[in-house]
T-cell receptor, first 113, second 114 residues
């Protein structure tokens, strides 16, 4: 089966610019996650979707971050405007359902200059 | 809140030898899952092994095995016959509670010396 696909792999932007990340989960996986991984740290959950519904977005900085999962499949994560501290790796993961093992994509490394 | 602690920022092992990575966690739940994930330079998090808390038997996947001590809240990973391809960051993770939120430790960087 195809894995979780993320794009782009790398993104360099200037501060105050917008940026978007895209994720295509494994086919049939109802649960989709966006994680933030700072250098030298473990991933931290930003948002979790059950189908189209965002069921856990308590860690998402809503003043500048937004996410959507149209039709319960692909998802995009947007930052507007980006700040220097947003430089990190953004990981997308999916699972068959809540409680099943997560499958991760390769992540997007964002550098904000 | 659940916390996961990996006390070894870095570990090294000689090729073909055995190494053990430590992990402790804190939770008030009785039913939960524990995981070890591997993250090579490609950045993709790869599931190495999974343990269900209600199972007393330690999980094993080929050269990878765990020592799960529920009372001590300890979940160590043993890698036998280490290979160069095992070199990576290893993350211990906990999933439990009503939302099964996955909480990661800070990771252990494993180096395998030829």
């Amino acid at each position: 089966e195809a894995g979780v696909v993320q794009s782009p792999r790398y993104k360099i932007i200037e501060k105050k610019q917008p940026v978007a990340f895209w994720c295509n989960p494994i086919s049939g996986h109802n649960t989709l996650y966006w994680y933030l991984q700072n250098l030298g740290q473990g991933p931290e959950l930003l948002i979790r979707y059950e189908n189209e519904e965002a069921v856990d977005d308590s860690q998402l900085p809503k003043d500048r971050f937004s996410a959507e999962r149209l039709k319960g499949v692909d998802s995009t994560l947007k930052i507007q405007p980006a700040e220097l501290g947003d430089s990190a790796v953004y990981l997308c993961a999916s699972s068959l359902d809540l409680g099943s093992p997560l499958h991760f994509g390769n992540g997007t490394r964002l550098t904000v200059t | 809140a659940q916390t996961v602690t990996q006390s070894q920022p870095e570990m090294s092992v000689q090729e073909a030898e055995t190494v053990t990575l430590s992990c402790t966690y804190d939770t008030s739940e009785s039913d939960y899952y524990l995981f070890w994930y591997k993250q090579p330079p490609s950045r993709q998090m790869i599931l190495v092994i999974r343990q269900e808390a209600y199972k007393q038997q330690n999980a094993t996947e080929n050269r990878f095995s765990v020592n799960f001590q529920k009372a001590a809240k300890s979940f160590s990973l043993k890698i036998s016959d280490s290979q160069l391809g095992d070199a990576a960051m290893y993350f211990c993770a906990y999933s439990g509670g009503s939302n099964y939120k996955l909480t990661f430790g800070k990771g252990t960087l494993l180096t395998v010396n030829p």
